[in-house]
């Protein structure tokens, strides 16, 4: 008898083994991506240093051959011909002191070699509260001035300040708004500025087009994207930070509800969308990001890297590691330029930081 049970014992698990048991299934995100690279392409030793003793840079602005790169605490950097020149800007409002706020986003108008003119966003604080705002700044003789106010009172308080600008391919100035942290549910209140990617005229009105009749409002439900990028054929990305991990990469379309606090990672929920990336168990804190070939190159914080995502195969990879958290990144022909965030407070900066770098994208193929 005793026999008996040890055979079919055995076979018992003979057979558990073979069916892999419903424990080993993988979410649906590790079915549809294949498993990232580990490997980056660039060290450090490979980078290109363009100016060093940054602080805390936010933005990259490239126009021929020079750079102007905003500063958290309140300062557009100038880089030309291997000179570094800080820049005064004169806001109309005290920066705002509080974690992750300051001078964030930055953007040259499209005509900016005739104008002067730039748009920037900012955090600041009166007696009713922290907000952030965006505004017009004009360039006049090494010094940036506030000039016309475009859009006010978006929501702000610790953390998930957005901060993001870009110009569309459509010419619309775009930018990103965090939940403000302590108020998730702002971000499916379709009254609310905070928790959206905004979509304004460049003279700060609602464009006509806009999803929602007489609103600045593009898509909703997000937490706190950073990045925004398109690609050569139109399509709209944005970054995303997650709450303790699941971090974002979003398909952006005009009036979409992206879930947040309702849903996140994998999870499903008629009328939201669902990423085309996240992050799993693991942090990426992405910021910035650019479009380039059918690729999309993301800044990250928390992982420390420069990540290429391939949204047509489903892949996603380090390329760059080695120089610590990442803020921004750009695409300019054959080059990639991107700016290390180690003095944000929440990195260890090493001597000279933080940088501007310059890679040959064929260096990270």
Request: negative net charge.
């Amino acid at each position: 008898m005793k026999s008996v049970l040890y055979l079919l014992l055995a076979l018992l698990m003979v057979i558990t083994g073979c069916s892999g048991g419903g424990s080993e299934t993988k979410p649906a995100s590790d079915v549809d991506q294949k498993p990232e690279g580990k490997e980056a392409v660039a060290q450090a030793e490979k980078l290109e240093v363009i100016a060093e003793n940054l602080e805390v840079p936010w933005s990259i602005n490239k126009i021929g051959e020079t750079f102007y790169l905003s500063e958290r605490p309140g300062s557009i950097v100038k880089v030309e011909g291997g000179n570094t020149e800080r820049q005064k800007v004169s806001f109309k409002k005290e920066l705002s002191q509080a974690a992750e706020a300051g001078f964030l986003g930055f953007v040259l108008a499209p005509d900016f070699e005739q104008s002067n003119k730039a748009f920037a966003y900012y955090t600041y604080e009166n007696g009713t509260g922290q907000f952030n705002r965006i505004v017009e700044l004009t360039l006049k003789n090494d010094e940036w001035v506030e000039g016309k106010l475009l859009l006010d009172n978006i929501p702000s308080g610790r953390f998930h300040h957005g901060g993001r600008l870009k110009i569309g391919p459509d010419g619309m100035l775009y930018a990103t708004a965090g939940d403000a942290a302590t108020t998730p549910e702002i971000a499916q209140d379709l009254g609310s500025l905070g928790g959206k990617i905004l979509r304004l005229n460049l003279d700060g009105s609602v464009p006509d087009d806009n999803p929602f009749e007489g609103s600045y409002v593009y898509s909703y439900g997000h937490r706190n994207p950073q990045g925004l990028a398109w690609s050569q054929d139109g399509t709209f990305y944005a970054s995303e930070h997650g709450p303790s991990a699941q971090d974002e990469m979003n398909m952006i379309e005009a009036g979409n509800n992206y879930g947040w606090p309702e849903i996140t990672g994998d999870e499903e929920k008629q009328g939201m969308e669902t990423p085309i990336f996240h992050s799993g168990t693991d942090t990426w804190a992405p910021s910035g990001m650019a479009a380039h070939r059918g690729k999309l190159y993301v800044a990250t914080l928390r992982g420390n890297a420069l990540r290429e995502f391939d949204p047509g195969a489903k892949t996603t990879k380090e390329v760059v590691t080695g120089v610590g958290r990442i803020r921004d990144v750009i695409v300019e022909g054959d080059d990639l330029y991107f700016i290390s965030n180690n003095t944000d407070g929440r990195g260890t900066p090493a001597e000279g930081d933080d940088k501007l770098y310059r890679v040959k994208l064929e260096n990270l193929q």
